[in-house]
């Protein structure tokens, strides 16, 4: 019984020994195997040059073979030894044709265009103030270079829309009028500084026609 116990620690024990050569060494005594065990524990010995064993054949736990599917043994030894993988890097993007055949001047001139806001508006040059709407961003998510150049110009017409346009409210406009308030932000409406109210006059029985004459009388 002795005699066979160290028969079987004999053998363990050469398996685990590398030799000089690498296709020759145990599959743990190289560093494919070290990870390999590391990760998996008493894996056993697949041998480098087994390419017609099968996966199942070797002395492989249930875990790594639950990981690896069917793999023969020789790719399982390439895939954490030999086996080299090239990335390749993905393509450039293209150029921005605004940014590289267009002159600055220009593109400005399409950024206030385009920032330009499309409000209503009546007959005196007023938009409704519960109808507002800051000027569309839209470009500034076109690319990171566009939105580095036109993102300052964006900030300046943003307020210049809410300084400088002359904005009405209508308080016929119901509750319209105290939904879309609300839904403003404070700091847009700090820079209104044209503002009219339109209230509306109801006459009571009391305040007539007659009362306050047509006119044409005599004082």
């Not at 590391?38 to 073979?65: C, H, L």
């Not at 220009?106 to 009546?122: G, K, M, S, V, W």
């Amino acid at each position: 019984m002795e005699d066979i116990k160290k028969k079987e620690n004999h053998t363990n024990d050469s398996n685990l020994q590398p030799t000089k050569r690498l296709g020759n060494q145990s599959w743990e005594g190289n560093k494919a195997g070290k990870e390999a065990v590391a990760m998996y524990g008493n894996a056993g010995n697949i041998p480098a040059n087994s390419e017609q064993q099968n996966f199942k054949n070797n002395d492989v736990t249930d875990r790594a073979q639950a990981v690896y599917g069917n793999l023969g043994g020789a790719e399982f030894h390439a895939f954490f030894g030999r086996k080299r993988v090239t990335l390749k890097m993905a393509d450039p993007p293209p150029p921005c044709y605004l940014l590289k055949k267009i002159p600055a001047e220009l593109r400005n001139r399409i950024y206030e265009l385009t920032f330009a806001p499309d409000d209503e508006q009546n007959e005196a040059g007023e938009v409704s103030l519960c109808k507002a709407k800051s000027p569309p961003k839209d470009l500034l998510v076109t690319c990171r270079k566009i939105h580095g150049e036109a993102a300052k110009m964006y900030k300046a017409e943003h307020q210049r829309y809410w300084r400088s346009t002359k904005f009405k409210i209508d308080r016929d406009e119901g509750e319209m009028y105290s939904g879309a308030l609300d839904a403003l932000r404070e700091e847009d409406l700090d820079h209104v500084t044209q503002l009219r109210i339109y209230a509306m006059f109801y006459m009571t029985e009391e305040f007539s026609d007659e009362e306050v004459g047509s006119g044409d009388e005599d004082p």
